[in-house]
């Protein structure tokens, strides 16, 4: 049975050390966090160990993330060996930019959603990279990891996710999101 996943990466280095976002591809993956629905656990990946991931990545029916079109799957393609673009995706981002149209970051999302934000910011990933605090990567990945499947499935339980405002005000708008982007054919939809 093919696996649905829930994905995040750490890089070793910023856009700044690259040339910018432009040359996004050219930055190197530290760590990467993943679910498993099938194996209903949290795996980690270390950057040595991604000829391991791409095993895993090859068996995905579907891999959810928050920015994974923008910014975790291109970067991670050119460490494999199969087109990455050939597993369908849902980007949570894309969703509500989508629903909104703007962006919003994962931290607000999650704070306006779920009572529980980010632990650390994602330039904090690159300092632990560079310090060998591997349990702090660890830990700061898979809390994104965990974040983000949360957020999918309070979607798919409930049909929206609420977003701040952009006035600053603090309200919240529930914005409905497609269930037809969110469900598999195969899996049952309260919608």
Same mark, same amino acid.
């Given at each position: 049975?093919?696996?649905?996943?829930?994905?995040?990466?750490?890089? &070793? =280095?910023?856009?700044?050390? !690259? +040339?910018?976002?432009? #040359?996004?591809? $050219?930055?190197? /993956?530290?760590?990467?966090?993943?679910?498993?629905?099938?194996?209903?656990?949290?795996?980690?990946?270390?950057?040595?160990?991604?000829?391991?991931?791409?095993?895993?990545? &090859? =068996?995905?029916?579907?891999? !959810? +993330?928050?920015?994974? #079109?923008?910014? $975790?799957?291109? /970067?991670?393609?050119?460490?494999?060996?199969?087109?990455?673009?050939?597993?369908?995706?849902?980007?949570?981002?894309?969703?509500?930019?989508?629903?909104?149209?703007?962006?919003?970051?994962?931290?607000?999302?999650?704070?306006?959603?779920?009572?529980?934000?980010?632990?650390?910011?994602?330039?904090?990933?690159?300092?632990?990279?560079?310090?060998?605090?591997?349990?702090?990567?660890?830990?700061?990945?898979?809390?994104?990891?965990?974040?983000?499947?949360?957020?999918?499935?309070?979607?798919?339980?409930?049909?929206?996710?609420?977003?701040?405002?952009?006035?600053?005000?603090?309200?919240?708008?529930?914005?409905?999101?497609?269930?037809?982007?969110?469900?598999?054919?195969?899996?049952?939809?309260?919608?």
């Amino acid at each position: 049975m093919k696996d649905e996943l829930v994905i995040d990466i750490e890089t &070793k =280095n910023t856009f700044a050390d !690259v +040339g910018g976002k432009e #040359n996004l591809r $050219d930055l190197d /993956v530290s760590f990467v966090g993943v679910y498993s629905y099938t194996q209903d656990r949290l795996l980690s990946f270390r950057d040595h160990q991604l000829k391991e991931l791409e095993e895993v990545l &090859k =068996n995905a029916r579907r891999i !959810v +993330g928050f920015s994974v #079109n923008r910014f $975790d799957i291109p /970067v991670l393609e050119k460490y494999f060996e199969f087109n990455l673009k050939a597993v369908p995706v849902l980007d949570l981002l894309d969703e509500v930019e989508l629903a909104t149209g703007h962006r919003i970051s994962l931290d607000l999302l999650a704070k306006a959603n779920i009572g529980a934000g980010k632990t650390n910011h994602s330039l904090d990933a690159i300092t632990f990279y560079a310090a060998g605090d591997w349990e702090s990567l660890e830990k700061y990945c898979l809390n994104d990891v965990t974040i983000t499947r949360d957020l999918y499935e309070l979607a798919k339980k409930q049909g929206y996710l609420m977003i701040p405002e952009r006035n600053s005000s603090g309200a919240l708008a529930q914005v409905h999101l497609d269930p037809s982007r969110l469900f598999f054919e195969d899996e049952n939809s309260l919608f």
